[in-house]
């Protein structure tokens, strides 16, 4: 395991200061060569093609039921004859959106729900009503394939940029038979395609927390039949909260090759990420107790919305091992994604209602995710004198009292100053246990959709084979961390002293109390083959039929290491505590363990278009999700033994005219054993949850030049049979909010030459644990962007989110307080990032 870490991390690359130094000293010079290339280049293109200087025309209102999608669906269809509710994120929506990570960016799709307040990645997404961790129930698909089998970091492959043409959300409906752990929905990214003449594009935009990122495209034909694009974006510098050094630096580029043949065509695309992304955690918070329910708000001297315990001190940790190695931790490698992923499409048709189409993919992915996290419950947060007193530091005395030990006292780490007053420490006089975790990921996959189709007699059959043959190698490791509670926290030592007031021992071996935390190691297989039939059927013109079923076996097989405590081995110090045993490390020897699942999905759908304006859906779906495999490696009994079972009805109504459209989707989600996780090693228990609502999504338009949308979830979500018990039926699950609403309205100038917009974000009151008592309170988020056309080709804009940085939260303490939240003072919860905006200027040549 440890050549493994090894190698992932001895990548090169500049120091933090280099790296700093570089972003600041060519910014300037990168900037005006960007700006001066591009005024060229739009100044060469209006020389071609006009004189006037005249603006351009004002773009004709879309009418959104025209539009055509082919996410769900094996045929490409009009989005007016679906059968199920389905958004559509174009490319225009994706470049002017200022959010930050997928999570903040889908969170006005309809139904979905997206804690963007970790970061870019990460993520936890819900779709209608299903709490589940990371992005359970939902498959992300490139070019309607997936990457990676289930909903744990699959989001790391997955990034937006000028590539991207648009993102096409399946709300539900059959997203469950057309793909393997997609009950809840599909989100089918769609590559940007060359056209008839060569163009690109490339943006350059500055953030107001100091991030410089460069986006760029081009495409162009290579002959009459063959055509080639390449894309992709490159950053560096800081994320939303500063944590002291560059942590965001890295990025990705695609390529894709396309042949057209007379009866089909095929797409080669090689896509590598070589990327790092800072991941923020829940923070140390206040809990009050108002009545029977408990508040959050900020820690005097710290506050949970802007500062972050992470910094200089706590960036570069070393974990002892009982084999004498060391392994490094540096935490501006943040969440390392490196990986290459090549995909092969094509299709062909014998003209005779039958034609062929296949996917495959082969991808090769590392995942390091370096990260600082409270690994227990609230209660590892306390007063820096209760913790003196408390049995960890007693024991410590006790155990150095023939060397003279009578009492202990805090030592700041880097400064080597004695604490003389720890209940006035930063004002608050806090202290708390904070681990850095390491955790490592290398998958190697093949991913085959097969389907045939054929179209007849208003009839379109498709029969699907969809495979996966997945090897993942899976290891986790830490240290565990005392140190106070202040902006880029700092490191503390507790030091036993005799009578004199000298140091005689210490807990804590430069801030570690504890090596080799969370310890875990092993590899997961994963075979599953699933065999799809879907028809689609259009007896006569107003109506359309179609229905699904899809059954998958999968089996799952593991080896696990077998832990053990044991003594430090190397340069130990037997005065020092922390160095005496390994808190759990890999004996050497493996158990291995298996489990198979088999399930079966089906849907039927039906649309009625009753005029060319107005349309009318219903369905019901049953699907089920095979769970997250990734956590096997903690124990032989962790792999997943039962599926999560939602079923889905949903009926739909569909409206347009130039001026108003709209879409009003009722839904009912029933799910049953849903998992949720409890600790850091794989800890779960299970639930049944309900949600009931309606999904809104509206946009009207009266003149050309201003528009306001308004979209978002009413509903009811509400938990029973938690654990097998009855104690929390009828609470409302953890998490999620039963209304959120987003309203935009947009003014444009009628030359179409300038627009802005104010996006007003409300999110109802949530929980930070499934027994409903703590609370976390409604809050309206404000974001707002300006554009401005400076030629035909050449566009500016400002954006900005969070605008009134208010202090708003998404979520508890999921590691230890999310089932019962206790009575803690302190605690840790997550809260929402700060203001930030940022600047952009895109170039089209």
């Not at 394939?145 to 539900?172: A, C, H, M, Q």
């Not at 944590?243 to 095929?266: C, M, P, S, W």
């Not at 278009?609 to 699907?623: F, G, N, P, W």
Request: hydrophobic share 35%; with cysteine.
């Amino acid at each position: 395991m440890n050549a493994g870490i090894k190698n992932i991390n001895e990548g090169g690359g500049f120091t933090m200061d280099e790296n700093s130094w570089n972003l600041r000293r060519h910014l300037v010079t990168l900037t005006a060569a960007f700006v001066a290339s591009g005024v060229l280049g739009a100044h060469i293109a209006g020389a071609q093609t006009s004189t006037s200087g005249a603006a351009p025309s004002t773009p004709a209102t879309r009418d959104e039921l025209e539009e055509i999608v082919v996410t769900g669906t094996p045929i490409a269809t009009k989005l007016l004859d679906t059968s199920f509710a389905i958004t559509v994120l174009s490319q225009e929506k994706l470049k002017e959106s200022p959010a930050i990570g997928l999570a903040a960016l889908l969170s006005d799709v309809p139904g979905l729900y997206g804690e963007g307040s970790g970061g870019e990645e990460n993520l936890n997404i819900s779709p209608r009503g299903v709490r589940g961790g990371f992005l359970e129930y939902i498959s992300l698909q490139e070019d309607g394939l997936p990457t990676l089998y289930n909903g744990f970091l699959e989001e790391l492959e997955f990034r937006p940029d000028l590539g991207t043409d648009r993102i096409e959300v399946n709300r539900g409906g059959p997203s469950g038979v057309m793909t393997s752990n997609g009950a809840g929905a599909i989100i089918n990214f769609i590559s940007r395609k060359a056209t008839d003449h060569p163009e690109g594009e490339a943006s350059l935009s500055y953030s107001s927390f100091g991030s410089a990122r460069l986006d760029f495209f081009y495409g162009t034909p290579l002959g009459n039949s063959t055509s080639a694009t390449i894309s992709g974006y490159y950053r560096r510098g800081d994320g939303p909260k500063n944590v002291g050094y560059d942590a965001n630096h890295g990025g990705q580029v695609k390529g894709t090759l396309t042949r057209l043949f007379d009866d089909g065509e095929i797409t080669v695309t090689y896509k590598l990420i070589d990327d790092h992304t800072q991941f923020f955690l829940p923070q140390p918070v206040k809990i009050s107790q108002a009545g029977s329910i408990q508040r959050i708000s900020p820690i005097t001297g710290f506050n949970a919305s802007t500062a972050n315990l992470q910094g200089i001190q706590t960036e570069n940790v070393d974990i002892k091992t009982p084999n004498g190695s060391v392994i490094p931790l540096d935490l501006a490698d943040g969440i390392w994604e490196k990986s290459n992923t090549v995909t092969l499409l094509a299709k062909y048709d014998w003209h005779n209602g039958l034609t062929w189409k296949d996917s495959l993919r082969f991808a090769n992915i590392n995942t390091v995710d370096t990260d600082l996290r409270n690994l227990g419950g609230n209660s590892q947060i306390m007063d820096a004198n209760a913790f003196l007193a408390s049995s960890t530091v007693t024991n410590l005395i006790a155990a150095y009292a023939s060397q003279g030990a009578v009492g202990a006292k805090l030592v700041g780490v880097a400064s080597g100053n004695v604490i003389t007053n720890p209940s006035s420490m930063n004002g608050n006089g806090l202290v708390t246990q904070m681990g850095i975790n390491l955790y490592t990921q290398r998958i190697d996959e093949v991913i085959n959709d097969a389907q045939l189709n054929f179209s007849g007699f208003n009839n379109v059959a498709t029969l699907g084979l969809l495979t996966w043959d997945q090897r993942m190698h899976v290891s986790q490791n830490g240290v565990n961390l005392l140190m106070d509670v202040t902006n880029h926290a700092n490191l503390l030592d507790v030091e036993a002293v005799n009578a004199a007031g000298q140091t005689v021992a210490h807990l804590t071996d430069n801030g570690v109390l504890n090596y080799d935390v969370g310890y875990g190691n092993g590899t997961v297989d994963v075979i599953s083959n699933s065999v799809y039939f879907n028809d689609q059927y259009h007896p006569f013109d107003p109506l359309r039929l179609d229905a699904g079923v899809r059954h998958e076996n999968v089996n799952y097989k593991s080896t696990v290491e077998n832990i053990v405590s044991a003594p430090l081995a190397g340069v130990v110090n037997p005065n020092i505590l922390a160095d005496a045993t390994a808190g759990g490390y890999g004996a050497g020897t493996y158990q291995n363990a298996k489990s198979g699942l088999s399930g079966t999905a089906w849907t039927a759908g039906a649309n009625y278009e009753i005029t060319k304006h107005l349309a009318m859906y219903a369905r019901y779906s049953s699907a089920f999700d095979t769970g997250i495999a990734n956590f096997g490696v903690f124990c032989t009994g962790c792999l997943p033994s039962a599926t999560t079972r939602q079923g889905f009805s949903e009926a739909g109504l569909r409206f347009a005219t130039p001026v108003f459209y709209t879409e009003l989707t009722g839904f009912r989600s029933v799910n049953k054993n849903i998992g949720v996780g409890t600790s850091n090693v794989g800890g779960i228990i299970y639930l049944n949850n309900t949600a009931t609502g309606m999904e809104f999504d509206a946009r009207y338009q009266p003149v050309s030049f201003f528009n306001v949308t308004l979209a978002g979830v009413a509903q009811h979500s509400d938990i029973n049979g938690v654990g097998g018990s009855s104690t929390f039926d009828g609470n409302q699950i953890d998490r999620l909010p039963n209304l959120q609403a987003h309203l935009t309205p947009t003014l444009s100038l009628p030359s179409g030459r300038a627009s802005a917009y104010v996006t007003v974000s409300y999110y109802g009151k949530r929980w930070g644990d499934l027994a409903n008592t703590i609370q976390l309170d409604p809050y309206t988020n404000f974001d707002a962007g300006v554009s401005y056309k400076i030629t035909d080709n050449m566009s500016l804009s400002v954006q900005g989110t969070n605008l009134t940085d208010r202090f708003s939260l998404t979520e508890g303490n999921p590691r230890g307080n999310n089932v019962i939240g206790g009575t803690n003072a302190y605690g840790f919860a997550r809260a929402n990032l700060p203001r930030a905006g940022v600047v952009k200027i895109d170039v089209k040549f």
